[in-house]
C-alpha cells in the first residue's frame, strides 16, 4: 500500500501479525496539523494530585496536550498517535512524499467529543433550570384553601375508604417545603388508621403518615430475610426480658444485640433507600423536565415510615407494649435536620460524575453528604445532614482541560495568565499565534516565547508551567437559598 511509513525493528514481545489500528492522513493536511520537535517539548507532562494539605496522594498521571482547537458546533474525533522516530531535527520526516500521498501513523487510543449548544452545555444546562417553584409543591393556584395545603407540598390524590367509598385525601411526601419540627404523634402505634389527620374545615383526610407507616410495613414484609430476622430478634429480647423477670442465670440468657443486617437496613432506610419515587414526587407537575427542587426531609413522615417497618410481629397489645419498652429499637430517626434536593436534568444523565458541595451560612465548611444517588437516568436526589443554604454543583477534578479565552464579541481568542500558585495576574497574551488558523493550530513555541514575557523570561519555562498557564477549571454552578 502505498502510504508513507519509515522502517522498523521489532521489540521484544512484539510480533509481525499483531494488529494495530492505522490512521492515513495526506502530507499537505499533516503538514498543517503536526506539532514541530520544539512544539512536543511543552505538550506532556506529569500530574499528581494533592490533599487539602498540599500533600501528594495518588499516582502520577502523564498528560498529553493537543496543539488544536476543536471545531465549534461540531463533532471531533481524537486520535493519540505514536511519533516514535518519526522526526528528522525540528520536522516530521515525510521520507520525500508529495502533497496527496498518504502518511500512515499508529493510532494508540481514540476517542470522539462534541462541542454542542452552549445552552445544552454543563453549565448552559443548569444556570437555565427551572427553579420555580424553588420547593417541591405543585403550581400556585387562585383556591385560598387548597393554596394553603399547596403551598406545604400536600397533593390531592384518591382514596378509596374501607366501606367501599370515593373521595379524595391531601397526601405529602417526606421531601416538605419546610422544616416541620411538629411531633404530635406517639409512636409506636398499632395500625395505620391511627395516623389519618381530619380536618373538619374541609371536610378532607391526611394520610401522609398512615401511607409511610404502612409503606414501612410493606418494605419490611418484601424482604423475607429482613422480616424473619426483624420477628426472630424481637422474640429473643423479648425472651430475654422474660428471663430477667424470673431471676434466671446469666448463661441462660440469649443474645439479644441488634444484628448487623437488621440495623443497616434501617439505616438505609432513614434515607429513603428502597422508597419507590410515587412517595417522593406524588405528581410529575411537581418536578418538571430540566428542574431543580430543594426540600426539607419531614422526620415524623421518616419516623413513621421506620416504625412502620417495625411493626412486623406487633399484633397483640403485649407485642405493642414490648415495641414501647424497647431500648434497642432500631425504628430511629437519625438525623433531626435533613435537607437536599431532586435535580432532573440532561446534566445527570450526561456528567455521569457529578460532584455536590452543600454548605450552611458558614462558606469554609461542607455538611455532609448523607446520600447522592441516581433514581434514574436523568433524576437525582442528594441528601445533606443540616440545612443547607448554598450548594455548588461541578465536575470531577479529572475534566479539568486546557484551552483558550473567548471574546465572542469580536470572534478573537487571548489567555489571561497566572502565577506558579494557579491565582490570575493581570497579565494576558492578546495576539494567538497560528501555525494554521482556518485548521485551528496553535503555534506552541511562539505561544510559549509571548507567555515567557510576560510571567518568566528564565530558560526553565517547562511543559509543566504552560500546562498550568493553559488549564481551565472545571466549570461550578452554585445555588444560594434565600
Known amino acids: 500500500y502505498p502510504a508513507k511509513f519509515p522502517n522498523f ?83 516530521f520526516d515525510f521520507q520525500g512524499a508529495g502533497d496527496n500521498d498518504k502518511i500512515r501513523l499508529v493510532s494508540l487510543k481514540s476517542w470522539s467529543f462534541s462541542c454542542i449548544d452552549e445552552n445544552q452545555s454543563f453549565q448552559g444546562l443548569l444556570t437555565n433550570l427551572n427553579r420555580e417553584p424553588s420547593t417541591l409543591r405543585l403550581p400556585q393556584v387562585n383556591n385560598t384553601e387548597a393554596e394553603k395545603y399547596l403551598s406545604m407540598g400536600y397533593v390531592p390524590l384518591p382514596h378509596f375508604l374501607r366501606q367501599g367509598g370515593k373521595t379524595f385525601s391531601w397526601y405529602h411526601s417526606p421531601l416538605i417545603t419546610g422544616n416541620n419540627p411538629n411531633n404530635n404523634i406517639t ?143 432500631p425504628a430511629v430517626n437519625n438525623y433531626p435536620i435533613v435537607t437536599g434536593f431532586l435535580l432532573r436534568s440532561d446534566v445527570v444523565s450526561g456528567w455521569p460524575g457529578l460532584l455536590v458541595d452543600g454548605y450552611n451560612e458558614d462558606d469554609t465548611k461542607k455538611i455532609e453528604l448523607l446520600r447522592m444517588e441516581r433514581l434514574s437516568a436523568n433524576v437525582l436526589i442528594c441528601l445533606f445532614k443540616g440545612e443547607i443554604k448554598r450548594l455548588d454543583i461541578h465536575q470531577k477534578p479529572e475534566t479539568l482541560h486546557f484551552g483558550l479565552d473567548s471574546d465572542d464579541e469580536n470572534k478573537t481568542f487571548y489567555k489571561k495568565l497566572k502565577n506558579l500558585d494557579g491565582q490570575e495576574i493581570n497579565k494576558k497574551v492578546d495576539n494567538i499565534p497560528w501555525k494554521d488558523s482556518e485548521k485551528r493550530v496553535i503555534d506552541i513555541n511562539s505561544l510559549t516565547n509571548r507567555i515567557k514575557e510576560q510571567v518568566d523570561n528564565s530558560s526553565s519555562f517547562t511543559s509543566a508551567q504552560l500546562a498550568l498557564e493553559m488549564i481551565e477549571g472545571v466549570e461550578k454552578v452554585r445555588f444560594i437559598g434565600s
Open 187 to 329: 409512636l409506636p402505634i398499632r395500625t395505620a388508621d391511627e395516623l389519618i389527620i381530619y380536618n373538619p374545615d374541609n371536610g378532607m383526610f391526611d394520610v401522609s403518615y398512615s401511607a409511610a407507616w404502612e409503606l414501612g410495613r410493606l418494605l419490611a414484609l418484601q424482604s423475607k430475610n429482613l422480616s424473619v430476622s426483624l420477628y426472630n430478634w424481637k422474640r429473643t429480647h423479648r425472651q430475654s426480658l422474660q428471663n430477667v423477670e424470673t431471676h434466671l442465670p446469666v448463661y441462660n440468657q440469649p443474645n439479644t444485640e441488634l444484628p448487623e443486617s437488621i440495623y443497616n437496613w434501617f439505616e438505609d432506610l432513614n434515607l429513603l433507600k428502597g422508597v419507590p419515587f410515587n412517595y417522593l414526587v406524588p405528581d410529575e407537575l411537581m418536578l418538571p423536565v430540566e428542574s431543580i427542587r430543594f426540600f426539607y426531609l419531614d422526620s415524623l413522615w421518616i419516623e413513621c415510615l421506620l416504625d412502620g417497618a417495625f411493626s412486623i410481629g406487633r399484633v397483640t397489645t403485649s407485642d405493642h407494649k414490648h415495641d414501647q419498652e424497647n431500648k434497642t429499637n
Open 9 to 91: 525493528t521489532l521489540e521484544s514481545g512484539q510480533h509481525e501479525d499483531d494488529k494495530v489500528i492505522i490512521v492515513d492522513v495526506q502530507k499537505q493536511l499533516l503538514e498543517k496539523i503536526l506539532p514541530t520537535k520544539e512544539d512536543l517539548t511543552y505538550l506532556a507532562h506529569v500530574r499528581q494530585g494533592t490533599d487539602e494539605q498540599g500533600k501528594l496522594i495518588g499516582d502520577e498521571l502523564a498528560v498529553i496536550i493537543c496543539n488544536r482547537l476543536p471545531q465549534k458546533s461540531g463533532r471531533s474525533i481524537v486520535h493519540l498517535v505514536s511519533l516514535e522516530g518519526r522526526y528528522n531535527n525540528n520536522w
